[in-house]
């Protein structure tokens, strides 16, 4: 696959997950639910650089 796909993907499950949690979990609390779309971002970068963003071009 190439890259811009794997990136494409990768967005499309990262903005997936966080209207997940947030319909699922944090319906009308504002300070949890961006507390937890934060970290989730924060997790979703870490595996990015972890592990796709090492691979060759």
Same mark, same amino acid.
């Given at each position: 696959? *190439?890259? *811009? @796909?794997? *990136?494409? @993907?990768?967005?499309?499950? @990262?903005? #997936?997950?966080?209207?997940?949690?947030?319909?699922?979990?944090? &319906?009308?609390?504002?300070?949890?639910?961006? !507390? #937890?779309?934060?970290?989730?971002?924060? @997790?979703? !970068? !870490?595996?990015?650089?972890?592990?796709?963003? &090492?691979? !060759?071009?």
């Amino acid at each position: 696959m *190439s890259r *811009s @796909l794997v *990136s494409l @993907l990768y967005g499309l499950a @990262l903005v #997936a997950t966080v209207v997940g949690v947030d319909l699922a979990f944090f &319906r009308g609390h504002f300070w949890p639910r961006l !507390a #937890a779309n934060v970290a989730l971002v924060l @997790l979703f !970068a !870490a595996f990015w650089f972890r592990y796709v963003g &090492r691979t !060759a071009p």
